[in-house]
C-alpha cells in the first residue's frame, strides 16, 4: 500500500479558539490501494455548509476511473486472498480499522462538521457509531452459522455463506462517515471488495477511511474509493457488468433510476431510501418525555435525516399543549457554528439544498399550514456565518394530510403537526404517506402501543423511546423508504450467497432412465 495521502492543510473552525481541523487540500481517488487522480484530471470543490466556502478539492470521478477501480476490486476478489482468509482473519483487519477510527474520532468528527454542517455534539456520536460498525460486524462474521437439516439416515443438508464478490455502496451526504462504515464493514466482513461512491457534497470523510483503510494494511484492492457525481461516477458503477451487488442509501427517485440503470447487469439491491416518519403521541403518554423526543427527533442531525420524526400525529385533548410545547422549544434551539459543541442546530448541507427546504416553507404556508416558528434564516449569526445555509427550527401546526408539506421528504428542520381523534384515525395518517421507514409511538396503554406499532407500515417502530439502534437488528423501510434490510445477520442476507449441499448418507432410490 502506498502513494501520496493528499496533502494536509490547517483549517480554523469558523469561530474564534475552536480547535483546528485537518482538511486534505485534494481528496484523491484510492484505487488499488493508491491514491491517484482521475485520469481525466478534473476536481470539483466541496464547500463549508456553514460559510459556503470553499473547502477542499475532490477528484472528479469519471467512467474510465470507475472501471479501474472495479477492476482492482474484481482481482482482489478474483485473484486476491481477502475472500479466501478465515473470518477471523478478516475481522483483524476490521478491528485495525475500529482502532485506527477511534484513535482519529476528533479529526474525524471535526471534519465531518466542516464538511456537512452536523453540529460537533453529534459529529462525534457518529464517529463513535463508525468504529462500533466495524467492531460489531468483524464479531458477528465469526458466529454467522448455517442451518443444517437432517432426513433421517439418508440425508444431511447444510448451508454455507460465501461472499458474493464485487460491490458497488453508494452513499449520501447527510451522516457520510457512519453511513459508509455501516456498509463497507459488513461487506469486507463477509467477504466480498468494494467500490464506495460517496456522495459529492460531502466527500472528505471517506477520504478519511481510505487513509484509515491504508494505514490498516488491507490487501490492495479490497476497498476503493472513487469520488465524483451521481452521474457520470455513481450511474456507471451500477451499470458496470463487473460489479455483482448494489447498496444504495438516498432519495427514492435515485433509487428507482439505479434499479433502471442496473437492470441490464442483473444485479442485487439493497436500498435505504427516503422517509416521512410520524410520532404518534397520545393523551395518556409522558407529554415531557414525548416531546424532548418529538424535538430531538426531527431537529438533530440539523433535521438532515432519513430516520426524522418529520409528522408530528398528536390526539385532539392534548394536540394544542404539545405542538406549542415543541414550537417553544424549537424556537430556543441553539443555531450556530457547529464546530462549537454547544450548537445543537447546523447550516443545512448546500445552497441549493437550502433553498428547496425553503421552499417547503413557503409550500406550508401557501397550503394553509399555521407557521408556529421558524421558516426564516436566523437573525443575528455571527458575521462569519451570514453566508451559511441557516434556517431555523421551523413548526407547522394544521397541516392536512393532502398538502406537500405533510406527504413529502423535507430532510430540513422542519416538523408538521396533525391532530387524530381516535386510534383508527391516528393509524390511517401515520399510513398516508408513500413512505414507511420509521415510526415513533408514545402511550402508555401498552396493548394500545404495540397495536399502534405493528398496524403502521414502517420499517422500524420506536414504542416510548426515540431512535436508539441495537446493531442486530434489520434496519430498512416499507413502501417507498426502501427494499431489503440491513444489520445484524440481516446484512449478510445481502452481502453473503447462501449455498446448500445436499448430502446423500446412504443409498436411496434413483429413477433408472434409459436402464430398459
Ligand atoms: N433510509 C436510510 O437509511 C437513509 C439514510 C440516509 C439518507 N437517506 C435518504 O437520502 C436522501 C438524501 O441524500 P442525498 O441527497 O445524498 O441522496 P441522493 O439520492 O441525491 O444521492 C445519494 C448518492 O447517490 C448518488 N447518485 C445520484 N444519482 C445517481 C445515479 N443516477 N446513479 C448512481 N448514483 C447516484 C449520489 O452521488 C450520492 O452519492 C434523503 O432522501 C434521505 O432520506 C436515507
Ligand atoms: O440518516 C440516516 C441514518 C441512518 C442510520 C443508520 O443506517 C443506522 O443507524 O444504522
Known amino acids: 500500500m502506498g502513494g501520496a495521502m493528499g496533502e494536509a492543510v490547517h483549517q480554523q473552525g469558523q469561530g474564534a479558539g475552536r480547535p483546528a481541523a485537518t482538511v486534505p487540500r485534494q481528496a484523491l481517488h484510492f484505487i488499488g490501494g493508491r491514491f491517484v487522480p482521475g485520469k481525466e484530471g478534473r476536481f470539483f470543490t466541496t464547500l463549508n455548509p456553514a460559510t459556503n466556502r470553499p473547502l477542499a478539492e475532490v477528484a472528479e470521478g469519471s467512467p474510465d476511473d470507475v472501471d479501474a477501480a472495479v477492476q482492482a476490486a474484481r482481482r482482489a476478489f478474483d485473484e486476491g486472498p481477502w475472500p479466501r482468509m478465515l473470518p477471523a482473519e478478516r475481522a483483524r483487519y476490521l478491528e485495525r480499522i475500529a482502532d485506527r477510527i477511534e484513535a482519529r474520532s476528533e479529526a474525524i468528527a471535526r471534519v465531518e462538521v466542516l464538511d456537512t454542517g452536523m453540529p460537533v455534539s453529534q459529529a462525534r456520536g457518529q464517529a463513535a457509531r463508525a468504529a462500533e460498525n466495524f467492531r460489531f460486524f468483524a464479531r458477528r462474521i465469526q458466529d454467522l452459522g448455517g442451518h443444517v437439516w437432517q432426513v433421517g439416515d439418508r440425508f444431511v443438508n447444510y448451508v454455507v455463506h460465501k461472499p458474493v464478490g464485487v460491490a458497488g455502496l453508494i452513499t449520501p451526504w447527510n451522516t457520510p462517515f457512519m453511513l459508509a462504515t455501516w456498509k463497507v464493514a459488513p461487506c469486507l466482513a463477509a467477504g466480498n471488495t468494494c467500490v464506495l461512491k460517496p456522495a459529492e457534497w460531502a466527500p472528505l470523510s471517506a477520504h478519511m477511511l481510505a487513509e484509515i483503510v491504508a494505514e490498516a494494511g488491507l490487501p490492495e484492492g479490497v476497498f476503493n474509493v472513487v469520488h465524483g457525481f451521481g452521474e457520470p461516477a455513481g450511474a456507471s458503477l451500477v451499470a458496470h457488468p463487473a460489479v455483482n451487488l448494489i447498496s444504495f442509501t438516498g432519495e427514492t427517485t435515485t433509487g428507482k433510476a439505479i434499479m433502471a440503470n442496473g437492470a441490464a447487469t442483473l444485479k442485487r439491491y439493497s436500498f435505504e431510501l427516503g422517509g416521512k416518519s410520524p ?8 407529554l415531557e418525555r414525548a416531546v424532548d423526543a418529538a424535538v430531538f427527533g426531527v431537529f438533530s442531525l440539523n433535521g438532515e435525516r432519513c430516520t426524522a420524526g418529520s409528522r408530528l400525529l398528536v390526539e385532539e385533548p392534548v394536540y394544542r399543549d404539545v405542538v406549542e410545547a415543541v414550537a417553544r422549544r424549537a424556537a430556543r434551539i441553539r443555531i450556530g457554528d457547529p464546530a462549537d459543541p454547544r450548537t445543537e442546530l447546523g447550516p443545512l448541507i448546500h445552497p441549493e439544498h437550502w433553498r428547496r427546504v425553503m421552499g417547503y416553507v413557503e409550500a406550508g404556508r401557501a397550503e394553509g399550514a399555521e407557521l408556529l416558528t421558524g421558516g426564516r434564516r436566523p437573525p443575528g449569526l455571527p458575521p462569519e456565518l451570514a453566508g451559511g445555509n441557516y434556517l431555523e427550527a421551523t413548526v407547522f401546526a394544521g397541516a392536512r394530510p393532502g398538502t406537500r408539506v405533510f406527504q413529502e421528504e423535507i430532510f430540513g428542520p422542519v416538523v ?34 404495540h397495536r399502534v406499532g405493528q398496524a403502521i407500515d414502517a420499517g422500524m417502530v420506536w414504542l416510548n423511546s426515540q431512535n436508539v439502534r441495537d446493531l442486530r437488528t434489520p434496519f430498512g423501510g416499507m413502501k417507498d423508504s426502501g427494499i431489503g434490510r440491513e444489520g445484524g445477520d440481516y446484512s449478510f442476507e445481502f452481502y453473503c450467497e447462501r449455498q446448500v449441499i445436499h448430502v446423500a448418507l446412504g443409498e436411496h432410490p434413483i429413477p433408472r432412465f434409459g436402464a430398459g
Open 416 to 449: 408538521v403537526a396533525t391532530p387524530f381523534r381516535t386510534e383508527d384515525e391516528a393509524v390511517r395518517l401515520a399510513n398516508a404517506v408513500r413512505y414507511g421507514l420509521a415510526a415513533y409511538v408514545w402511550t402508555r396503554d401498552v396493548g394500545r402501543a
Open 279 to 286: 410520532v404518534v403521541i397520545f393523551a395518556d403518554a409522558d
